[in-house]
């Protein structure tokens, strides 16, 4: 027997809970969700532009299956939140954690930033850079939906610095910052100082991201 794509019960406006129960698909909880899914599929495109078995393919695999724990501990209602298993269906401290480790890891590996950065620098980056803009708004979302799990914010809410810090890192050195040098006796100076300011930034592209 063939299975379906189709099931038609969502043909009333609504749709399934995990382990039960049913929402308005235009509701809160469902917008979040719908918002992880694009973030994750935003992933997905980075990755068809990256070389099988590399370290970054890698890296976006496992943030991609993170983003499905996500997406369940987020379509589960409160009375069924007790059946979640912890880095299957629920998003623990150790995946967030896992986040702060890679983001500091590669932060190593490129220049210091010192200013907002121009996208657009290779496809791979400018990929990542539109999906860190998804992440972040997939964290609006899910703060509107008042999740039971407060990790899901935070791991977004990192997830969005990794994707920032991974865009950076394929730039390898060479980010176009958004203040250039007035003068082009002023250029070099500008450069030597990206390189030796601290990568503390005053503001981040994904805070101001619309």
Known sequence: MTMRIYTRKGDDGTTGLLYG????????????NGAVDEAQASLGTVRALTERGSELDTLLVGLERDLYVLMADLATSPRHRAKLNPGVSLV??????????RIDDLSTRFPPITDFVVPGHDP???A?????????????????AAPESPLVVGYLNRLSDLIWTMARWQEHGDSLLSRTASTAADAPRSRRSSRT?????????SEVAP
Do not use: Q, W, Y
């Open 21 to 32: 129960g049913r929402v308005a698909k235009d509701s809160a909880v469902i917008a979040a």
């Open 92 to 101: 623990t401290t150790e995946m967030v954690t896992a986040l702060e480790e």
């Open 124 to 126: 791979v980056s400018a």
């Open 128 to 144: 990542l850079d539109v999906a860190r803009t998804t992440v972040r708004r997939a964290e609006r979302e899910t703060i509107k």
């Open 197 to 205: 300011r601290s990568t503390t930034r005053p503001a981040r592209e």
